[in-house]
């Protein structure tokens, strides 16, 4: 079973850019709620989903030139890149279905 891994500054490059399927980058902080929801929702599409895409969890607070870079003015906020490319941004929590209705077309 997959899950979330946890990326920053360092590793994000190979991790989510250099990825050969898609990648789900989970824009969060510890502070926030709306987060914390989202998060158990994004680990069973993990688990779900395993080898079709990969959740990768960013924490803003820690991360701040990366959320800079992507234009992170609120969280949670989704990002899905493709081939190194941003091909989808997800703003806000919402169900599992309203998530995988974003991701259709991509896994």
Same mark, same amino acid.
């Given at each position: 079973?997959?899950? !979330?891994?946890?990326? =920053?500054? #360092?590793?994000?490059? %190979? ?6 399927? $898609?990648? *789900? ?20 599409? !993990?688990?779900?989903? =395993?080898? #079709?895409?990969?959740? %990768? ?6 991360? $701040?030139? *990366? ?41």
């Amino acid at each position: 079973m997959s899950e !979330a891994i946890i990326v =920053d500054e #360092k590793s994000f490059d %190979a991790a989510v850019l250099q990825s050969d399927v $898609p990648v *789900l980058v989970d824009f969060w902080a510890a502070w926030c709620g709306p987060c914390r929801a989202v998060a158990p929702i994004l680990d069973q599409i !993990a688990a779900e989903h =395993d080898g #079709k895409i990969i959740i %990768a969890k960013l924490n803003v607070d820690e991360n $701040p030139n *990366l959320a800079a870079q992507y234009r992170i003015t609120s969280i949670p906020a989704m990002k899905v890149f493709k081939g190194g490319e941003e091909v989808r941004e997800i703003i806000g929590a919402m169900p599992k279905p309203m998530i995988e209705e974003h991701l259709t077309g991509i896994i």
